[in-house]
T-cell receptor
Framework: DADVTQTPRNRITKTGKRIMLECSQTKGHDRMYWYRQDPGLGLRLIYYSFDVKDINKGEISDGYSVSRQAQAKFSLSLESAIPNQTALYFC??????????FGPGTRLTVL | DAKTTQPPSMDCAEGRAANLPCNHSTISGNEYVYWYRQIHSQGPQYIIH???NNETNEMASLIITEDRKSSTLILPHATLRDTAVYYC??????????????FGKGTSLLVTP
């Protein structure tokens, strides 16, 4: 079984809709991250969390919110989706040596 | 953080060793070298990291020069499934702040039959 899972894997939604992307991990790591990746571009950090009570904004947090429900779960929400949020979204955990382990990604399309 | 320079692309025959270089001439003493790869549209995958000693794991070996200004990732017996973009990143380890991985452009490795 995968250590970092993301649901859904693909999602098509309409402008203005609220959507939640979920991430679960079995690695036992405290640190978790949400990134987005656009075609031809690198990863950009949206939010990160060092434990259940710790939430930090990343480079591009506007239009997004997160919830760290438990050590194993870190959810990303788009309160009112817009087309330029169409992207590939990755969740990652971080180990003791600061190595990051990524989920398979969620491909989100906002029409 | 130190910047890295990698060749944009490389080819390797299946079964041969793939040697991917990375230049990080401005690396600081507390910075580690990390390697990741990303197969098209899949989640990036951590490969290996090191500080100054050579490292080996089940996926690859990492050779860091004595002056730490460059390193080489070695895939000893490349397979078609190793075709991916490989990223060399330099960053402090055991950092207490969140760290966004900046992959840059990496090296696109094509393994051919």
């Amino acid at each position: 079984d995968a250590d970092v899972t993301q649901t859904p894997r693909n999602r098509i939604t309409k402008t203005g809709k609220r959507i939640m992307l979920e991430c679960s991990q079995t690695k036992g790591h405290d640190r978790m991250y949400w990134y987005r990746q656009d075609p031809g571009l690198g990863l950009r950090l949206i939010y990160y969390s060092f434990d259940v009570k710790d939430i930090n904004k990343g480079e591009i947090s506007d239009g997004y919110s997160v919830s760290r429900q438990a050590q194993a779960k870190f959810s990303l929400s788009l309160e009112s989706a817009i087309p330029n949020q169409t992207a590939l979204y990755f969740c990652a955990t971080e180990g003791d040596a600061n190595e990051q382990f990524f989920g398979p990604g969620t491909r989100l399309t906002v029409l | 953080d130190a910047k890295t320079t990698q060749p944009p692309s490389m080819d390797c025959a299946e079964g041969r060793a793939a040697n991917l270089p990375c230049n990080h001439s401005t690396i600081s003493g507390n910075e580690y070298v990390y390697w990741y790869r990303q197969i098209h549209s899949q989640g990036p995958q951590y490969i290996i990291h090191g500080l100054k000693n050579n490292e080996t794991n089940e996926m690859a070996s990492l050779i860091i020069t004595e002056d730490r200004k460059s390193s080489t990732l070695i895939l000893p017996h490349a397979t078609l499934r190793d075709t991916a973009v490989y990223y060399c990143i330099v960053r402090p380890s055991n950092s207490n702040s969140g760290y966004a991985l900046n992959f840059g452009k990496g090296t696109s490795l094509l393994v051919t039959p």
